[in-house]
């Protein structure tokens, strides 16, 4: 299992933290869904998939989630 590809549970995504530069996770679970934590902690959810132009996007979720704690 990569570092970056694991189940994202509330206590795994908890124990993400910023670093440097913006850090991206792939759920193992469910295709397609990201996490990026940025420098300074902040966490937003993601989707990246092809759509019907068979391109691949990234497509901000947020709107759709409530902010990780």
């Given at each position: 299992m990569s570092a970056t590809k694991f189940r994202?549970?509330?206590?795994?995504?908890?124990?993400?933290?910023?670093s440097d530069k913006r850090?991206?996770?792939?759920d193992a679970q469910m295709p397609g869904l990201i996490i990026d934590v940025l420098s300074a902690g902040k966490?937003?959810?993601?989707?990246?998939?092809s759509f019907l132009a068979h391109r691949s996007?990234?497509?901000?979720?947020?709107?759709?989630?409530?902010p990780f704690p």
């Open positions: 994202f549970t509330e206590q795994a995504i908890e124990k993400l933290s910023g850090a991206r996770y792939y966490k937003t959810f993601g989707y990246t998939g996007h990234c497509r901000s979720l947020s709107s759709l989630f409530h």
